[in-house]
């Protein structure tokens, strides 16, 4: 090491994303209590497809396998993917997905660092629009189960497509509750009598908002330490607030009420585990605000005039496609060039 | 309390200052010989005054300083010049350069000096004095500071005295300040006098409590003289950042200080500034912390030309060193030896070894999550630099504000991709200005290609027109020549011989009174003619 600087502050990028995996374990926790112990089995099947994926790619690119595997990068990819799909699916779906992200998606545009779309929500994408059908095969929260498939059963289902006799997909999935809102309101029913229903909670549905306090605690975890700044969450966040809440306003039989909107759906764990992938959103403060305000809006507009129960992920994507414009528009002044540029 | 500003980013590297800083600044003995380089500042060369086999005194002359930006080099001691040549300095480039080497006699003999007082010396003299008595900046910038004092077309109004000293390890301003704070203040007074400046404020970091103890002291009797302590923050001594701090004032890459009525200088370049004025001292020592894989972190007095061996020896260099670097861990430069000797931009010489600076790890790709921006002071976007410098992209790398950059090495320091940053920006500018260089070059040859063109084109008019009024005065010649067949022939037969010679004609020898007159009148013409063809190719 002849050039300066000889010293170097202990982190790496290794660390960096280790934390943000630690930083998912509330979500994982809440899913855990809520849905059952299925969840640990997609999130392994995922982090080994990842990683074998990843050591694959990198050998047919000639990369060096150790250091990049050892980043952690492709693991947490895993997990997200994992957290975004339904655990109660097919092995071969969340198979799928991964290899899709990490080839397609990571790999073939360069690796870590080079990819322009968050390989999760590609995953997601691809998947949704390939397997609608396997993508609405939510679990049902422990205390609305009426039958018990159990563990064993959820295994045999998800290795073998078997379900036992006089049991049907149906008894133990439901649809999410945006999904829910949207049918219920296409059939004319109001808010207040759709959130009546039993899978609604305090804040939206039952089970679920906990996770997303999960992915809430997790977050503001990764901002207290510095791994995140507030500006993407909190742009995100707030921006969906308040279009929520303008169109609650307006009327509140048809639109649902802001805090619905942030609890529900991939809100959460977007605001401060997807849109936060560095890569894929720009650098300057600015253009954070602006990324995450559009995705925001995006995700309303999807959500409530667009065909898919849930926009979080096509919001991302289409907004991870004008970064290098947002990014060259929010170029910060410099130190001492402030007042001359008007 | 003053209020304080605020600079963006900065980082907290560990400051590892105490260790050099339990015992005062020592003096070590005479080194077996010194080496002393002739380009020590910014500006041009020293002309070397002496030669091999010279005995010269403590304190002479040995390098005057060029026209325009250039500084004195003087004989740290006494003793005999026995080789002016080539040698490896101690600079970031590794290259030789021209060097006197001197064997100390042991004498210490000085040359005559006289003494001044600073308050009533002219200030042309004060400036005369710095610049023959080599002061530089001592901060590392090495600036002669009698270019610094001349001032600009605006009014300096704040004095700024760094005593910050933000990179770890360094300590010996820390040192200075503690031992020598009334001299720094008597060279604060100096400046202050020959700028004209309303107030000097003398910025120490808030991790130095008794220099900054030592240094209010010293100036509690000068209204004009304020010390305050800054917030510990790395690169808050950078001229730039600490201006900043003080005064709110931001100096723009390419801006001149002055231009913003704020100039600075470091405490020890103050130091030096009264001991060269009142003392006639020019600068032959400075105070150098020895410090990292030594037995003994010290600052020492060292005389410029010391060999970096023998420096280190003093402090107790361990075994295990690998290398050295010059001066602090965040923006020093590893000595292309330890044989190389000390100069007037050395501040501290850090014995270097795997357990102190463990290698880096391999870089790994950016992942853009502008850490890197967070830190950068001058409030650039490094990783987009680094994007630029790396697919050599320089116009794009200069319209995202390359030249902003300080090389501070915050950037390199919090990357968690571990990617040697600072290192791309030094490659994208000296890449650039090579092709700057280039280009110069380029202009240069074409245009000296296109005046070369023009001369000729110009030359070749020249003949024509010669050439036309020769055929003037000859057609002249002959319709003012009816005399005779025979006079007409000879002066055909003269214009021919003299076209083919290419001569002035000169038979005029029997045409009458009236002809010659006329010939006399159209030769003066000619004769003009020439001469302003001549007065245009002089222009």
């Known amino acids: 090491m002849f050039y300066s600087p000889f010293i170097r502050k202990p982190i790496s990028v290794s660390q960096i994303m280790l934390r943000v995996m630690l930083a998912l374990i509330p979500a994982i926790g809440a899913y855990l209590y809520y849905f059952g112990p299925i969840i640990l089995v997609s999130l392994t099947l995922a982090s080994i497809t990842a990683v074998a994926t990843e050591a694959a790619m990198l050998k047919l690119r000639k990369r060096p396998v150790a250091p990049f595997l050892q980043d952690n990068s492709a693991l947490l990819t895993a997990w997200l993917i994992a957290l975004s799909i339904p655990a109660l699916a097919p092995w071969w779906l969340v198979v799928v997905g991964t290899v899709f992200a990490i080839v397609i998606a990571k790999q073939l545009y360069g690796g870590l660092g080079n990819n322009p779309f968050n390989p999760a929500m590609i995953a997601y994408a691809v998947l949704i629009i390939s397997f609608p059908t396997h993508m609405t095969h939510w679990l049902t929260p422990a205390m609305l189960v009426h039958a018990d498939l159990g563990f064993a059963g959820q295994l045999a289902y998800m290795f073998g497509d078997v379900l036992p006799q006089n049991m049907t997909l149906d008894a133990v999935t439901m649809a999410t509750p945006l999904d829910t809102l949207k049918t219920q309101l296409h059939l004319g029913t109001a808010i207040s009598s759709i959130f009546g229903q039993p899978i609604f909670g305090a804040l939206a549905g039952h089970g679920s908002e906990m996770v997303a306090v999960g992915f809430l605690v997790g977050g503001v975890y990764l901002w207290a330490t510095s791994i995140i700044s507030w500006h993407l969450p909190v742009a995100y966040l707030g921006t969906l607030f308040m279009i929520a809440s303008i169109f609650n306003a307006i009327d509140p039989a048809h639109y649902a009420p802001p805090l619905f909107h942030l609890f529900s759906g991939a809100a959460m764990m977007g605001a401060f585990f997807i849109l936060t992938d560095p890569v894929t959103s720009p650098t300057t403060h600015k253009g954070k605000l602006i990324f995450a305000a559009g995705a925001a809006f995006l995700t309303y507009v999807i959500r409530v005039f667009g065909g898919f129960p849930d926009g979080m992920a096509f919001a991302t994507l289409l907004m991870n496609i004008c970064v290098p414009l947002i990014d060259l528009y929010t170029q910060p002044k410099v130190f001492g060039k402030k007042e001359q540029a008007r | ?539």
Not at chain 2, 381 to 394: G, H, R, T
Not at chain 2, 466 to 494: G, R
């Open chain 2, 1 to 539: 309390m003053t209020q304080l500003y605020h600079f963006h980013g900065g980082v907290h590297p560990p400051t590892h200052k105490n260790q050099s800083t339990r015992s005062p600044i020592a003096t070590p003995p005479l080194p077996s010989k010194l080496v002393i380089p002739f380009h020590q500042h910014v500006g041009s060369m020293a002309k070397p005054l002496v030669q091999a086999g010279d005995y010269v005194f403590k304190g002479q002359l040995i390098g005057m300083p060029e026209d325009g930006l250039s500084s004195a080099i003087h004989a740290s001691t006494s003793g005999t010049i026995t080789e002016i040549g080539m040698q490896v300095v101690a600079h970031a480039s590794g290259l030789p350069d021209l060097c006197a080497t001197l064997i100390p006699d042991g004498n210490e003999a000085w040359i005559e000096r006289e003494r001044h007082n600073p308050i009533t010396l002219p200030i042309d003299e004060i400036r005369h004095i710095l610049r023959l008595a080599g002061i530089v900046g001592l901060g590392g910038a090495v600036f002669p500071s009698d270019a610094k004092l001349r001032g600009g077309k605006h009014h300096v109004r704040t004095i700024v005295l760094n005593g910050a000293e933000c990179e770890p390890y360094i300590t010996c301003d820390d040192m200075l300040m503690r031992q020598r704070a009334r001299d720094i203040v008597r060279g604060g007074d100096i400046i202050r006098r020959v700028l004209g400046a309303d107030e000097v404020l003398i910025g120490i970091e808030d991790n130095k409590p008794q220099a900054i103890a030592m240094m209010q002291e010293a100036c509690v009797d000068r209204s004009s003289m304020r010390v305050i302590a800054v917030p510990t923050l790395y690169p808050g001594g950078g001229a730039k950042q600490l201006i900043r701090v003080l005064t709110g004032i931001e100096v723009a890459a390419g801006v001149r200080s002055t231009d913003k009525g704020v100039q600075c200088f470091n405490v020890a370049t103050a130091y030096s500034i009264y001991r060269a004025v009142a003392f006639s001292e020019p600068l032959l020592s400075r105070i150098v912390t020895v410090t990292g894989n030594v037995q003994k972190p010290q600052n020492f007095e060292v005389l410029i030309g010391t060999p970096v061996d023998e420096l280190v020896a003093w402090a107790g260099g361990k075994p295990d060193t690998t290398h050295h670097i010059m001066g602090g861990p965040m923006m020093g430069v590893a000595l292309p030896n330890d044989q190389v000797s000390v100069v007037k931009a050395c501040n501290c010489i850090i014995a270097a070894s795997d357990a102190l600076f463990p290698p880096a790890p391999p870089a790994m790709p950016c992942i853009r999550c502008t850490r890197c921006a967070e830190v950068c002071p001058q409030e650039l976007q490094p990783q987009d630099l680094y994007w630029f410098a790396k697919s050599k992209n320089f116009g794009k790398a200069q319209e995202f504000h390359l030249f902003d950059c300080i090389e501070c090495g915050a950037c390199s320091y919090v990357c968690p991709s571990h990617i040697p940053l600072v290192q791309y920006y030094r490659f994208a500018k000296s890449e650039i200005w090579a092709r700057d260089n280039d280009k110069k070059a380029a202009d240069q040859a074409r245009e000296r290609h296109e005046f070369r063109e023009y001369r000729i084109e110009r030359e070749k008019q020249e003949k024509a027109d010669k050439l036309a009024a020769k055929e003037k005065a000859a057609l002249a010649a002959k319709q003012a020549a009816p005399v005779s067949d025979d006079a007409q022939q000879k002066i055909q037969a003269a214009m021919a011989l003299a076209k083919q010679q290419a001569i002035t004609p000169k038979n005029v020898s029997d045409l009458t009174p009236q002809q010659q007159a006329e010939i006399a009148d159209i030769e003066a013409r000619r004769a003009n003619s020439q001469a302003r063809a001549q007065s245009d190719a002089g222009t």
